[in-house]
């Protein structure tokens, strides 16, 4: 269920049968997939998100006794109530910790932010990679944001998402999602500085080109907060130190060579550094082709992040390889991993006529490997968040 009037509709009907009342207004805000650019945000990097049509959307209305209720459809546990004043970061707190996060975040931050009943549907895939936190952190900070005036600029709700993550529910994200979320608009990637958040909006009209998107979920379930993604993040912030450079979005491509044989002999730095620098060069290089009118040209971008993301980040699986590979050999334009890795969702490049082989090619090759079948379907660049009703 994609269709955002249906979907507001249904949400305001779930929040009257739990809460008893209608709500004040829905909100929706979007998953996305990463064109290119990753594991680039946490080192002031540039990346290229798009929204998907997939939204998680919340029916809010205030309450006036500081209590704040919680409910999200397919959930399991039921509503949680909280007190604003015993809001506290809460790690393993399950689903609820994200929009509780955010409301402790806009309150840390100085809003006048009170209680709430807040009901949440979402038709974003959990666990896939396409972001499915942020868009419940970023519904949620532009519902309360409406719901008490406050008239945040979008950058600053994405703060405020990307800090309740942080802080309170201990992911320690970048802030590509959030943003991403909060800022992307439809028929556009969305080529952002993670330093300022300054951005762009770049046409990506994949129908006008005869190109398709496909999103390839291998359904094999990905968590951030396992470890991995932060031994990357402190290994990078340990390559930036060694370098003398605040982040390392500070060494140019050009500079690489120098910059790689400056380095400690510690284990996998090169690797790390070799990634970033190259990645967010291959960012500037993809936006440089979808400027110029060369969407085609941006594929072997893609694929050659992927290598990357393979060999020297170590972020990517068996499953997500084998999605690369069959896309290529299948006539792809190019296919990469997309958000944090280990498991989650590639995407895939195709001309429109090659969308179907390439589609059949990939579920081939899952079946004869073994793997679970993967759920593919084509991603249009939607809108970010936005308020649906009233
Ligand atoms: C996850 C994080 C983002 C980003 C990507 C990798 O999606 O939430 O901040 O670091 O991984 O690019």
Redesign the pocket.
Known sequence: MTDPAHGAQHSAAAFHAVYGAEPHGTWAAPGRV?LI??????NDGF?MPLALPHTTIAAAAPRTDGVLRLHSAGAPGGTVALHLDDLRPAPDAGWAAYPAGVVWAMREAGHPVGGADLHFTSTVPLGA?L?SS?ALEVATALALDDLHGLGLPRAELARLAQRAENAFVGVP?????QTAAACCTAGHALFLDTRDLTHRHVPFDLGAQRLRLLVVDTRVRHR?GDGA?AKRRAGCERGARALGVRALRDIPYAHLPEALAALPPEPDLRALVRHVVTENHRVEQTVAHLDAGRPRAIGPLLTAGHASLRDDFRVSCPELDLAVEAAGAAGALGARMT??GFGGSALVLVDEDAARPVTEALHTAFATAGHTPPRIFPAVPGPGARRLTP
């Open positions: 990463n650019g990753e594991h680039t945000d946490y990346v990679g972001s942020a994200c970048g802030i590509m999602d951030l993604y958000g944090g």
